[in-house]
């Protein structure tokens, strides 16, 4: 009877180091997924496209051609401008004509920044409608750009910045950049200088992805910090040459030399041809952007 009565506790016994070595188990790979989990989030970024069409948008107004004349909704494209998602901070990247509707759109709540490439007007021109983040936030919008950039910011929307404000003018913080690394909301942000014919352009780089907008050249310098990425987006405005823009075949060949995973073409003109027909033509890794498409980066 006390042998029984032994075995029976040894069996309790084991029962009960089991039972709590499982459950610790358990607890202990929770706590161990949602760490790994909430480490990643802060290195995903999340990439909107909300416009991919180059100063005139495409259709363009009046234009009879088959691409402007297209049912295809990737043959719609607003001016150019991405959303960048990395954790709990939002930044937009260029604020085009078409701001208004790509942030209803694409439903933006609140933004962080904006971050201008240059000061031609498909890439500021929407400026004047972060009234309605200024009012949402209770604060004026941060605003990155050079200092030439600025100057352009202050001539156009000199109201913003006049001694007497009227009421409800958009207010912005604006944050001079140079060709350094910044930080914004504790994301390392690298500007990379490329020439738009003369005009320095700033393209943006965060961890391994970077987006380029307006550029006909780069220097062999700003070149390296294309080194290693993810997913790298270029412009490329149409096959046929331009004074100011990469065609096809530059910007193909630059995605050739500095071989990122994926590569994107951004600030597409009407004279580029199909969505459709255009993306027969491309290298494996490389596709044409459209509007509303969201790619991941980790
Ligand atoms: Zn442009
Ligand atoms: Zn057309
Ligand atoms: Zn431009």
Aim: glycine share 4%; charged share 20%; hydrophobic share 45%.
């Amino acid at each position: 009877m006390s042998i029984n009565l032994y075995s029976y506790g040894v069996d309790c016994f084991i029962f009960i180091v089991s039972l709590v070595s499982l459950l610790s188990f358990r607890i202990i790979n929770y706590w161990a997924k949602v760490i790994v989990i909430s480490n990643l989030n802060i290195f995903v970024l999340k990439i909107t496209f909300l416009g991919t069409g180059t100063s005139q948008g495409v259709p363009v107004v009046a234009c009879q051609c088959t691409v402007c004349q297209s049912s295809d909704k990737y043959d719609k494209r607003l001016r150019s401008s991405i959303l960048i998602e990395a954790g709990e901070t939002t930044l937009v990247v260029d604020s085009g004509p078409d701001f208004r509707q790509q942030m209803l759109k694409a439903e933006v709540r609140e933004i962080d920044a904006i971050l201008l490439t240059h000061e031609h007007y498909d890439h500021i021109a929407g400026l004047d409608d972060i009234r309605a983040f200024n009012w949402v936030q209770q604060r004026p919008t941060d605003i990155y750009a050079t200092a030439r950039v600025q100057k352009s910011i202050r001539q156009i929307f000199s109201y913003v910045f006049a001694a007497k404000k009227y009421p409800g003018i958009p207010q912005m913080n604006l944050f001079e950049i140079e060709n350094a690394p910044f930080k914004v909301k504790g994301h390392e942000v690298i500007p990379i200088t490329v020439l738009h014919y003369r005009l320095p352009v700033t393209g943006y780089r965060i961890g391994k992805f970077a987006y380029i907008t307006d550029m006909k050249t780069i220097k062999t310098e700003e070149k390296e910090k294309l080194k290693g990425l993810e997913v790298l987006v270029v412009n490329a405005l149409r096959k046929e040459e331009h004074l100011s823009h990469m065609n096809l075949e530059r910007a193909l060949k630059l995605i050739a030399e500095v071989q990122p995973q994926k590569a994107f073409l951004t600030h597409l003109s009407h004279q580029m041809g199909l969505h459709a027909e255009v993306s027969k033509e491309l290298p494996a890794n490389v596709e044409l952007a459209y509007d509303g498409l969201e790619v991941e980066v980790i």
